[in-house]
């Protein structure tokens, strides 16, 4: 059974370039959330996905957007890059539902922004 | 808003030995989730432990247990007979337990845990 799986692994853009990265959840989970996780620091959220809309969101601006498609994949983009934005992209899976759903978690796309 | 605090940037064990990492939070909610999640060189996280706040007990996991002070807001974890495996990077995390948030974890910054041999 897989896992959360995320693409591409390892990317290099320069500044003011969009970027797209995509994740797949892992079987039978209807959620995805993705994270950003800075160089030294934890992970900080992004937004959250189900039934095709954002439902949460952090504190990030609008160059950052993200879609679902019906088959729960997901994908976030990122307009107008900026050093700072440079960090460890987090994709994160879970069940839609009360109580401790776990998230799972994939091993993350790397972008480097130069 | 939460905010979780890990005061120990960086903890060293010699292997077989026990190792305890701290973790403080705040938090004005009465329900929510507290874990603690592993994060190896690989890069991706897992869970090794999870705490629901209404549960008084101490939760465990095999060589994994936590020390759940609810009023002092502070859930340590503690490693037993830890193991060159261990060796990774440790986030504490909250949830809040209803509503809206319940997929948004707030991470603490980290404690990097080297497992001497």
């Known amino acids: 059974d897989a896992g959360v799986t995320q693409s591409p692994t390892h990317l290099i853009k320069t500044r003011g370039q969009q970027v797209t990265l995509r994740c797949s959840p892992k079987?039978?989970?209807?959620?995805v959330s993705w994270y950003q996780q800075a160089l030294g620091q934890g992970p900080q959220f992004i937004f959250q996905?189900?039934?095709?809309?954002?439902?949460q969101r952090g504190n990030f601006p609008d160059r950052f957007s993200g879609h679902q498609f019906p088959n729960y994949s997901s994908e976030l983009n990122v307009n107008a890059l900026l050093l700072g934005d440079s960090a460890l992209y987090l994709c994160?899976?879970?069940?839609?539902?009360?109580?401790?759903?776990?998230?799972?978690f994939g091993a993350g796309s790397r972008l480097t922004v130069l | 808003a939460q905010t979780v605090t890990q005061s120990q940037p960086e903890m060293s064990v010699q292997e077989a030995e026990t190792v305890t990492l701290s973790c403080t939070y705040d938090?004005?909610?009465?329900?929510?989730?507290l874990f603690w999640y592993k994060q190896p060189p690989s890069r991706q996280m897992i869970l090794v432990i999870r705490?629901?706040?209404?549960?008084?007990q101490n939760a465990t996991e095999n060589r994994f247990s936590v020390n759940f002070q609810k009023a002092a807001k502070s859930f340590s974890l503690k490693i037993s007979d830890s193991q060159l495996g261990d060796a990774a990077m440790y986030f504490c995390?909250?949830?809040?337990?209803?509503?809206?948030?319940?997929?948004?974890?707030?991470f603490g910054k980290g404690t990097l845990l080297t497992v001497n041999p």
């Open positions: 938090t004005s909610e009465s329900d929510y989730y």
């Open positions: 079987s039978g989970h209807d959620t």
């Open positions: 995390a909250y949830r809040k337990g209803s509503g809206g948030s319940n997929y948004k974890l707030t």
């Open positions: 996905y189900y039934e095709e809309e954002e439902r």
């Open positions: 994160a899976s879970s069940i839609r539902g009360p109580g401790a759903n776990v998230l799972t």
């Open positions: 705490q629901e706040a209404y549960k008084q």
